[in-house]
């Protein structure tokens, strides 16, 4: 994997109108969970979940928009008994943002918004098969010049009967988000509704 250009963040190429990163709010629950229906690779949430993560949880939460549109999602939550960890619940970029780092971007704006202050190592599960899910982690790693470790942690036979593959907790740190460049947050966040 060829290591990124800290100083340089992405933009998408051939798109004429800036990307807009904020909190959710509540109205943008049905338009996430389109996003989120739209990955084949992510697991289905309901759309009561999808409201809860666009309210409950909306500070540790971030979209962005491109010309008013949701084209990018990420969820995540402070885990209450290691607030100093953010895991990641769930990453989704609509195929048409694809190929730009958008999930990184998304993952470094939250992680430098005033909720993920104190923030010192990132987490999140992902299946073996997922390889597009380890490269994203993986140059969210580098980014932060961080190691990444992993071991399973939720077993496909033990835990999920077979119907489903393990899922492999990561572990990011040292997450310094203060020392990291992100695109330009809105003036103004959306608060949950």
């Not at 949430?45 to 666009?54: D, G, H, K, T, V």
């Not at 609509?94 to 010192?120: K, Q």
Request: a negative charge; hydrophobic letters at 35%; proline letters at 5%.
């Amino acid at each position: 994997m060829q290591k990124s250009d800290k100083g340089h963040r992405p933009q998408l190429a051939s798109v004429s109108s800036p990307l807009t990163f904020r909190h959710p709010v509540r109205e943008d629950g049905q338009a996430v969970h389109d996003l989120i229906d739209s990955c084949e690779a992510l697991d289905d949430n309901s759309l009561y979940c999808n409201f809860l993560q666009c309210t409950h949880f909306a500070s540790t939460c971030m979209l962005a928009e491109l010309d008013g549109e949701i084209v990018g999602w990420v969820s995540a939550y402070r885990p209450p008994e290691e607030p100093e960890a953010l895991f990641v619940w769930q990453v989704a970029v609509a195929e048409a943002a694809r190929g730009r780092r958008l999930a990184r971007r998304l993952i470094a704006n939250l992680l430098t918004s005033e909720s993920c202050e104190g923030v010192e190592r990132l987490k999140t599960t992902i299946t073996p098969d997922n390889t597009s899910s380890w490269r994203m982690f993986e140059g969210v790693a580098d980014e932060f010049d961080a190691k990444i470790t992993d071991k399973v942690w939720l077993c496909g036979d033990e835990h999920f009967a077979g119907d489903h593959d393990s899922e492999h907790m990561l572990t990011i740190a040292p997450i310094d988000a203060s020392a990291t460049e992100t695109d330009d947050m809105p003036e103004q966040t959306a608060q949950a509704a």
